[in-house]
């Protein structure tokens, strides 16, 4: 099952993208513990696109959904960020978790970005 969303950069899509996915995955009866981890990791991916793609109104979100596995893209068209100097979160910081939250959760992470051109969050999760 393969599902692409045209969302508008706004809080209220970061639950859109949630639910689809919860939906996708309980179609093809995934292992609940699975899809825990890209629920977290689908909200983070969203809420960085919220917070961080100036100049982007909308994003796109595209599901990948089979019976032993999952590729989520987020893509967005804002100004972009360099992701070799995205690092851990510092100690007592509560911001700043999420990118580190998406690797940590998924496997195969990816992430692209060019100045003015945007940027994609892609990563998977086997389920066998």
């Known amino acids: ?47 960085n696109v919220i917070d961080h793609a100036n100049g982007a109104n909308n994003f796109e979100v595209c599901l990948e959904v089979a019976d032993d596995h999952c ?21 007592g910081n509560e911001r700043g978790r999420g990118l580190f939250l998406i690797k940590a959760l998924a496997e195969n992470v990816r992430m692209q970005s060019a100045p003015r051109r945007g940027s994609l969050i892609h990563f998977e999760k086997s389920f066998a």
């Open 1 to 47: 099952m393969t599902v692409r969303l045209n969302l508008p950069r706004e809080t209220g899509s970061v639950p859109a993208a949630r639910r689809l996915l919860r939906c996708a995955l309980a179609a093809l009866h995934v292992d609940k513990t699975h899809g825990a981890d890209l629920e977290i990791a689908i909200t983070e991916a969203c809420a």
């Open 71 to 91: 590729a989520i893209d987020v893509r967005d068209d804002g100004e972009g960020f360099d992701p070799e100097a995205v690092g851990p979160p510092g100690p």
